[in-house]
């Protein structure tokens, strides 16, 4: 049970506001009143530790930004709250001291009273967003352009157990006051239950954004993450008898270089002057270096349907799994590449996508919805989730597009480059994407 999961729906019911915004770092805001009575009946809350605390900021700048606040500011709002709640003294409410196993060593922490502390978050958010209203401290929007397009769905599946998160206000939610743009982009896909898959949404871009490297070396912030979530999820799962387990893959855009990172078969590519980019392969039981990891461990490697791990899960690694570590690795690979500002977009997807529909496909895909909507790219998601659905996929689907360059632009680049082939006397035919752009424009 998250703290500010269920305070999000429980404060819907008993907390009433008024927001008003001005959409402009230059402009007057008035936040208005935010917060006019706190609940007065709260659900028993769990005892939670500190990063649990510290990663249900997301969960709480959901319920702040569903009020009307922008992104920028909630995140922004959000870490002024958790911050001074963390400089006070939180001796009142600690309650039991545990261990957990952790990268080879004892760690010990102390859990404390969620009720409390979920208490005086609200309290101090409230006392910030009246003090905010008085005067407003500086924002500072991302200088890059990044457009997203989100679509997800359950498809055939008796549940969802896909999850994403989209955070490109990364700076102000974790006091970053460099002049370096970051944003944080992730799927995960469970399996066995949502459980691993929420958790994971909810602590991993936590583990990033408070880990030591995040100035110096973010690359290695966002892989060594993904390890210590597995961590943190394995010992609640240990407690709480789970099972659960997923996949994920994580995108971090740090000024121009992209950074990522990943466990499992969910992906992420990058499509750059109309051509699609590998930049990952996924751990699957298959891959020879996968197989000869399991085997040393003393697992095994079957095929039932497809390859899988112990007769099991057909992924070779993810956070989660307890029963299966450590056939099943929370060790993510990584990578970072350099952004030119040639680059179209990224890509990041589940299996349920990738099984379906190849990366040379996405591009054409892309660029004929591109087509029909004159270079508005809001829905390109969508359209790419439903010809993985035409192509057969049964799994669960989540898509997310973060276009680098404005879409109308991609789409003037691919109509000049058309023109540019039709022109030229030795010119071959052009690729299906540039056709169907010649055929749309005709019309």
């Not at 000049?416 to 039709?422: C, E, G, M, W």
């Amino acid at each position: 049970m998250l703290i500010f999961h269920y305070a999000h729906k429980k404060c819907l019911e008993w907390m009433s506001c008024t927001v008003i915004v001005s959409v402009s770092h230059r402009s007057r805001v008035n936040i208005g009143v935010i917060f006019q009575y706190l609940p007065l009946h709260l659900f028993p809350w769990r005892k939670v530790s500190l990063e649990a605390f510290q990663s249900e900021q997301t969960e709480c700048e959901e319920f702040v930004g569903c009020r009307g606040v922008s992104p920028l500011l909630a995140a922004s709002v959000i870490h002024t709250a958790v911050d001074e709640v963390l400089r006070t003294d939180l001796t009142e409410f600690k309650r039991e001291s545990v261990e957990r196993q952790g990268e080879g060593d004892e760690e010990r922490f102390t859990l404390l009273d969620g009720e409390s502390l979920q208490r005086c978050f609200f309290n101090r958010l409230r006392d910030v967003c009246f003090e905010w209203q008085k005067q407003l401290p500086p924002l500072r929007p991302l200088k890059r352009f990044l457009l997203v397009s989100i679509h997800a769905i359950r498809n055939t599946r008796r549940k969802m157990e896909d999850r994403h998160v989209i955070l490109m206000e990364f700076n102000q939610l974790f006091g970053l006051a460099d002049d370096i743009d970051r944003a944080y982009f992730a799927i995960f896909d469970g399996h066995g239950g949502v459980d691993a898959a929420n958790y994971s949404a909810t602590h991993l871009h936590v583990n990033v954004g408070l880990h030591k490297e995040i100035v110096k070396n973010p690359a290695e912030a966002l892989k060594c993450s993904f390890q210590k979530t597995d961590e943190m999820f394995l010992f609640k799962a240990k407690r709480e008898r789970l099972r659960s387990g997923t996949t994920g893959v994580s995108a971090l855009i740090v000024g121009n270089k992209l950074h990522i990172a990943w466990l499992g078969d969910s992906q992420v590519m990058l499509v750059q002057q109309g051509n699609a980019v590998t930049l990952m392969e996924p751990h699957k039981p298959e891959r020879e270096d996968e197989r000869a990891r399991i085997e040393a461990l003393g697992g095994c490697v079957t095929y039932m349907d497809c390859w899988r791990v112990n007769g099991t899960l057909a992924v070779s690694r993810a956070i989660g799994d307890v029963c299966q570590k450590p056939y099943i690795s929370g060790d993510a690979d990584g990578d970072s590449f350099d952004l030119t500002g040639s680059e179209d977009y990224l890509l990041l997807a589940c299996d349920g996508f990738f099984d379906a529909v190849k990366p040379y496909e996405v591009v054409d895909l892309v660029l004929d919805h591109l087509m029909q909507t004159k270079g508005v790219g809001l829905k390109a998601a969508e359209r790419l989730v439903a010809a993985a659905k035409e192509n057969g996929s049964n799994d669960n689907i989540t898509v997310l597009v973060v276009f680098l360059r404005d879409p109308q632009d991609i789409l003037a680049d691919c109509l000049r480059d058309t023109k540019s082939l039709q022109a030229g006397d030795d010119a071959r035919s052009p690729p299906f994407n540039f056709l169907s752009c010649e055929a749309a424009a005709t019309q």
